[in-house]
């Protein structure tokens, strides 16, 4: 048995642009959060958002929610800077209009954040001093005068920023048709409702038409935000074959479902994923059925990812294994939960591997060419915040154990895009390896030895240019491997395997523990 080394695989995705990445991510929340705080905070002291009475009361009552309500656009503002500065640091966004982005958007900045201070906390005062007078005509004098400066001057040369930024991005591949729509209906509301205040009195819109047409172009640019940032993320992290970027099917058609697909196969909700701190997760597993087959190692290669090699078999190399196992879960949960693990759910769940190292490393694992797990919580969440498993959801899925002691296991793909299987095996003796399994391995026990103690799942993200593994603790003893034999039928197994005839057996019981995430840097791609 060795481990020759697979030729180097040719780097075809291109690397991440993580400051655009991160600054577009924090960006979209900044903006999210000032629409809310704009609703539930600011209108009621906004001009167009109620009566001026009305408003210098509402900021003489409730000065720091007033002033709390101006937290999330200052750091709007911050996002938006950061988001100028990550266009420059680009080196596929064209330099000229990155260059006019951070100019408008420096000046939006001057002229905007030192008036929202001053509304903030001046404003207040101004407010009560009016109030206690009866002279609101010094507030309203005040108020307009901030506001012009506010929604009118520093909004109008955020949108001209903006109007950059769809210039930056219509000159490289991650612009599409739905961006130049959103981009056309989005930056002309802004526009014209940035300049209504700017406008003499007599040819002004009403103030709660300039607050209407915000709320709307705001919630354009959100979408134009998602839209984009999705598309920024795709340009590094396009669909594979296998593995996490794979298409995600929900195995249902319904609305519901296709929204499901959306969300499982969306960069942008995995992007935010990768932010959740992983967490040690843990189950008492029952009834391990595994699945072995010996492959010629170059039907295999095609499914090794960036950065990691095959693990070879044989005198010269030219097998390699492939494993598919199906169990039941027990109370699958984050161990941190305790005794309230035991509420967490049970679902079957079937992992489909094949074994690589890491040639820089030298560390050796398993890497999940596809998973299947039986409820949706869990293949979501797996699917969106966990590297290493590429989580699908079969339309059925079953494990019985029969009164003689056999096996019967079936996941039913339906129309989805987890795999199928049929298995109907009973207890055999433990065989006597024949050909190719014995030019691997000296005897059936060397066999389980090289299979089962396999506690590291194995991943990669080019565009990251990184590997990342997941330490896991199973301590099967290899004498509680109960040999199997009967019938394996399974299209999607066959597509990876060929011919090759499976060799089986059953673990009774494993205490599964995910234990960390560890993130290993390619010096050499």
């Known amino acids: 048995m060795n481990s020759n080394r697979a030729a ?61 309500g101006w937290l999330p656009w200052h750091l709007t503002a911050l ?36 008036n929202e201070l001053i509304w903030s906390f001046q404003g207040v005062g101004f407010a009560r001093s009016a109030l206690q007078t009866g002279d609101l005509a010094a507030y309203l004098s005040f108020e307009s005068q901030t506001y012009v400066l506010v929604a009118g001057a520093a909004a109008l040369f955020y949108t001209l920023g903006a109007l950059g ?14 961006l130049k729509w959103l981009s056309w209906i989005t930056w002309s ?103 072995n087959y010996l492959v010629e190692a170059e039907r295999l290669l095609p499914h090794v990812p960036w950065g990691l090699e095959l693990q070879r078999l044989g005198t010269n190399g030219e097998y ?13 949960g984050p161990r941190l939960l305790g005794p309230l693990r035991r509420l967490m759910p049970s679902p079957i769940q079937s992992n489909w591997r094949i074994y690589v190292f890491d040639p820089q490393t030298d560390r050796h694992g398993i890497y999940f060419v596809t998973t299947a797990i039986s409820q949706v919580a869990p293949a979501l969440l797996a699917r969106l915040i966990s590297e290493g498993l590429p989580m699908h959801i079969p339309h059925k899925a079953g494990l019985t154990t029969r009164p003689d002691g056999s096996f019967y296991v079936h996941l039913d793909a339906g129309v989805g895009t987890a795999p199928d299987l049929k298995m109907s095996l009973q207890p055999s003796p433990i065989p006597v390896l024949s050909t190719p399994w014995n030019e691997c391995f000296d005897s059936y026990h060397d066999f389980l030895a090289y299979c089962v103690p396999q506690d590291r799942g194995m991943s990669s993200q080019p565009w990251y240019r990184r590997v990342t593994r997941q330490e896991i603790e199973l301590g099967i003893p290899l004498e509680s491997c109960e040999p199997l034999t009967g019938s394996v039928i399974s299209e999607a197994a066959h597509e990876i395997i060929g011919d090759a005839q499976p060799l089986c057996f059953h673990v009774p019981k494993v205490t599964f523990r995910f234990q960390r995430e560890h993130y290993d840097a390619k010096s050499n791609p």
């Open 8 to 68: 180097a695989q040719p780097d075809l995705q291109p690397v991440a642009s993580r400051f655009l990445e991160r600054s577009l991510l924090f960006t979209i929340v900044c903006h999210g959060a000032a629409m809310m705080s704009m609703a539930l905070l600011l209108l009621p002291g906004m001009p167009g958002g109620s009566a001026l009475d009305v408003r210098a009361a509402y900021l003489a009552d409730n000065p720091w929610l007033w002033r709390l």
């Open 79 to 114: 996002s938006d800077l950061l988001l100028a500065f990550a266009f420059l640091r680009t080196r596929w966004i064209p330099r000229f209009p990155a260059v006019l982005v951070l100019i408008c958007t420096i000046i939006a900045v001057v002229i905007e954040q030192p």
């Open 165 to 178: 930024w769809t210039w930056c991005f219509a000159r490289t591949d991650v612009w599409s048709r739905q």
């Open 189 to 291: 509301v802004l526009l014209a409702v940035s300049i209504f205040p700017l406008l003499p009195a007599r040819l002004r819109p009403p103030d709660g038409v300039t607050a209407a047409g915000n709320a709307v172009g705001f919630a354009f640019m959100m979408l134009w935000f998602l839209t984009l940032t999705e598309r920024v993320l795709r340009r590094a992290r396009p669909d594979s074959r296998d593995g996490r970027m794979a298409i995600w099917t929900h195995p249902q058609r319904n609305l519901f479902t296709s929204l499901l697909n959306i969300l499982a196969s969306s960069r942008l909700a995995r992007a935010y994923g990768e932010l959740v701190p992983p967490l040690a997760f843990m189950s008492d597993i029952t009834n391990v059925i595994y699945a």
């Open 320 to 332: 390699a294994l492939f494993t598919h196992l199906t169990y039941r879960h027990g109370h699958f």
